[in-house]
């Protein structure tokens, strides 16, 4: 298939893409998180922290949360999560997670407004409307929030968790942006992975949630799992369509059961293949765009006048560990087990345990188990990537008045790297622009990965013995 017409925004070639697409990241940052060391502790986290604060001017703050417990188990699924229906659980970790609140919110009172807030997981609604009240009252103790019109607060939910009435108490206790978990309406398919979700059950939350004036409902489909077909697949897009989402994200499954042992439920023998996954694909962004879902790039898909669609055509796109962003240079703090920050030129990542996560916490530190200290070369890169999954081209005039360089000379090798792509018709490059095509743009990690000084690079050596395999997923 080669389709491409005036409102198509990618070139669908499926013998370039099964040519070329092979296991690379996902670059929700750079360098990415394999890269990280245990050398990086709390006191570097500190460092980076004083240099903010000598840096001049504060810009906006973004809070993650993480949330890591869920009832139940969906075969699918590679988060870090905790399934368990023991309650007092989530209340042990809720103690040390006010904790970490609080430690975060003296170190950076006074420096930033937040003005974005998104709670992940597992499940957040797994929490009880009384927990979640005062997890959100703990937040606004200790950090200063923007108003709820200028502020972005989202929260990912499990349709099955929630009631009507709970969507009308989220929005009550501040949040003004839903993202629900679907993957697939088929039966037959929800039955395969373990996650039965009647389709009136997902609508009823999505009326809820547009009665009580959330500004931004988001669904998050999966293509490749276990029974899909053309067919199946085809109902369930229409089905979406009409449910009318503000943001759709849609996920190759990356069925990899050697390191996430749920997967290992699901027989092979069901997962369509892979020419059938690439006919999947073709369908769902023509189905999209043809109903007037703008292409964001990577997964992701918006209406024309969301947020996501406007801050692409203004250039003020931005990429980090929660996906496609409209909050560009905002430092990120993420509180909760396992959960990865990016503040000044570092990313740090906490603890991954619950155990050695209430350890620190005890101990009256932060608990940051390693990370990583960018230099130069790295931000250079970071930001041309930046610009490449946000933005599909790179301003060569503009990059060189911001960093001391020169193009041609610095990235010499990753030019002569290009010229296959550009062979392949998937970039552009005339000496002032590095543009992405739309064929290339459906493989835009490929692109970015030419500038990744890291791939091929054997791991940090106290790395190897303690971290998975890599688990990087097929580029498409």
């Not at 420096?111 to 009880?128: C, E």
């Not at 997962?271 to 964001?296: E, W």
Request: glycine fraction near 6%.
């Amino acid at each position: 298939m080669n389709t491409i017409t005036p409102d198509f925004p990618v070139q669908f070639d499926a013998s370039t893409i099964e040519r070329l697409s092979t296991s690379g990241p996902r670059y929700t940052s750079y360098p990415t998180a394999d890269r990280f060391t245990a050398d990086f502790r709390y006191g570097d986290f500190l460092e980076a922290l004083a240099a903010i604060k000598m840096s001049g001017p504060r810009g906006p703050l973004s809070l993650y949360v993480h949330i890591p417990f869920c009832e139940s188990i969906c075969y699918y699924c590679g988060c870090n999560k905790i399934i368990t229906r023991d309650r007092s659980k989530a209340a042990v970790y809720l103690s040390y997670l006010k904790q970490e609140i609080e430690m975060q919110g003296k170190l950076f009172s006074g420096m930033h407004q937040v003005d974005q807030l998104h709670f992940g997981g597992g499940t957040p609604t797994y929490l009880s409307d009384r927990q979640m009240d005062e997890l959100m009252a703990h937040l606004r103790r200790h950090f200063a929030f923007a108003p709820d019109h200028a502020g972005e607060y989202s929260i990912e939910i499990d349709p099955r968790t929630v009631s009507p009435e709970r969507v009308h108490t989220l929005r009550k206790q501040g949040f003004n942006r839903l993202s629900l978990g679907v993957q697939d309406f088929d039966p037959d398919v929800q039955q395969a992975v373990n996650r039965i979700q009647p389709e009136q059950e997902t609508l009823a939350v999505m009326q809820a949630a547009r009665g009580a004036g959330f500004r931004s409902i988001s669904i998050d489909l999966i293509y490749g799992l276990p029974k899909q077909t053309l067919d199946s697949m085809k109902q369930t897009m229409a089905k979406v369509i009409a449910a009318s989402p503000d943001r759709i994200s849609l996920y190759n499954y990356a069925h990899m059961p050697h390191l996430f042992k749920p997967q290992r439920r699901i027989s092979e023998d069901d997962l369509p293949s892979p020419n059938t996954k690439l006919d999947m694909l073709a369908l769902c962004i023509a189905l999209l765009t043809q109903a007037g879902y703008v292409y964001i790039g990577m997964d992701h898909f918006a209406k024309p006048d969301d947020d996501l669609a406007v801050a692409q055509r203004q250039g003020r796109l931005h990429r980090n560990f929660q996906g496609y962003s409209t909050h560009a240079d905002a430092d990120l703090v993420a509180l909760g087990v396992s959960a990865i920050s990016s503040v000044g030129n570092t990313y740090s990542q906490n603890e991954k345990t619950l155990d050695a996560y209430y350890e620190q916490l005890e101990l009256g530190r932060l608990p940051v188990a390693r990370g990583f200290r960018l230099n130069a070369d790295d931000l250079l890169r970071r930001h041309i990537i930046q610009q490449l999954m946000c933005n599909f081209e790179l301003a060569v005039a503009s990059l060189e008045q911001a960093y001391p360089i020169r193009f041609n000379q610095y990235f010499a090798k990753e030019l002569a790297e290009l010229k296959a792509l550009e062979d392949d018709g998937l970039v552009s490059y005339d000496g002032a622009w590095l543009s992405v095509t739309l064929k290339g743009r459906l493989l835009i990690r490929n692109i970015c990965m030419v500038f990744d000084r890291y791939l091929g690079m054997p791991r940090p050596a106290q790395e190897t013995a303690s971290v998975q395999p890599l688990r990087f997923s097929k580029t498409i």
